[in-house]
């Protein structure tokens, strides 16, 4: 099977956009996920699926998380987490118990650990939900390897 071939089929499905951060050893980490579902209600449970050759791997392990989804306008910001950072940070921080999370973002999902799974090359996260919260506004979306509106009828 070509890979190529099948990532672009793959990037048919439309997404959000969430940036996934942690904290360890004393500092704030994040990395830009698309690869992020609900998973149950009882318990609470959300997925976020890692690369296996991303640095942030590591530090997920075992670790608390939050899952940041990102809105209309945070393109900048997704693209900071995604290792294209700008000259000027494109977001504000915000402490929580739980640890930073990106102000303004549509929602934050807290979470601790749950379970970690082999997903090939990547690693899939089962985080159980401890916290969220929400605001009213349109998602930041992704399709076909763009960034995308998503937007409600």
Same mark, same amino acid.
């Given at each position: ?6 990532? %672009? ?7 959000? !956009? ?8 004393? &500092? ?5 996920? %698309? ?10 449970? !959300?997925? !976020? ?24 306008? &945070? &393109? ?46 990547? !690693? ?5 939900? &401890? ?23």
């Amino acid at each position: 099977m070509d890979q190529r071939d099948f990532r %672009n089929c793959m990037g048919r499905f439309a997404t959000g !956009v969430t940036v996934v951060t942690c904290e360890t050893d004393g &500092q704030t980490h994040g990395f830009t996920v %698309n690869s992020f579902t609900s998973v149950s209600l009882d318990p609470p449970l !959300v997925l !976020v699926s890692v690369d296996r050759n991303t640095k942030a791997l590591e530090k997920l392990r075992g670790n608390d998380f939050i899952v940041n989804v990102l809105k209309e306008g &945070q &393109q900048d910001t997704a693209m900071h987490f995604a290792g294209k950072p700008k000259d000027e940070r494109p977001f504000e921080w915000e402490q929580t118990e739980g640890g930073h999370r990106i102000k303004n973002s549509l929602s934050h999902i807290e979470c601790a650990p749950w379970a970690e799974y082999d997903g090939g090359d990547h !690693v899939l996260f089962l985080g159980e939900v &401890q916290n969220y919260s929400y605001e009213e506004g349109n998602p930041l979306g992704f399709y076909c390897g763009k960034f995308a509106k998503i937007l409600p009828e």
